[in-house]
C-alpha cells in the first residue's frame, strides 16, 4: 500500500509562485509515475503534469511554460514548480503515483490565487 503526503499549497497573488511537494511511503520498491491533478468546484479531476521514472513528462496545455514537475527518485517525492500562477489555477492539487498493479492519491492540498 502507498500512501502520498502533500505540503507547500496555500494562498498566492496573481502573477506569485508556490512549490508542491509529494512524498510516498509504504512497501514498494518503485513507482513509475508520478504527478499532480487538480480539481476547481463544480468541475472534475484533470491532469496537471505528470512524469516517470525514466524521465518522460506530460503537461497539460494550460500549464505548460509555467509549472515544471521534477522527481527525486531515491526519495519517492514528486515537485510541481508553479510560476505565473493565474486565478484559474485555483483548485484542490492531488499528488497521484502509479505503478503496475497499484495506484494511490494524496489528500489533496489547496492552491488559491488571489487577483
Known amino acids: 500500500q502507498v500512501q502520498l503526503v502533500e505540503s507547500g499549497g496555500g494562498l498566492v497573488q496573481a502573477g506569485g509562485s508556490l512549490r508542491l511537494s509529494c512524498a510516498a511511503s509504504g512497501s514498494i520498491f518503485s513507482i513509475n509515475v508520478m504527478g499532480w491533478y487538480r480539481q476547481a468546484p463544480g468541475k472534475q479531476r484533470d491532469l496537471v503534469a505528470t512524469?516517470?521514472?525514466?524521465?518522460?513528462?506530460n503537461y497539460a496545455d494550460s500549464v505548460k511554460g509555467r509549472f515544471t514537475i521534477s522527481r527525486d527518485n531515491a526519495k519517492k517525492t514528486v515537485y510541481l514548480q508553479m510560476n505565473s500562477l493565474k486565478p484559474e489555477d485555483t483548485a484542490v492539487y492531488y499528488c497521484?503515483?502509479?505503478?503496475?498493479?497499484?495506484?494511490?492519491w494524496g489528500q489533496g492540498t489547496q492552491v488559491t490565487v488571489s487577483s
Open positions: 512524469k516517470t521514472t525514466s524521465g518522460t513528462t
Open positions: 497521484y503515483a502509479a505503478d503496475y498493479g497499484y495506484y494511490a
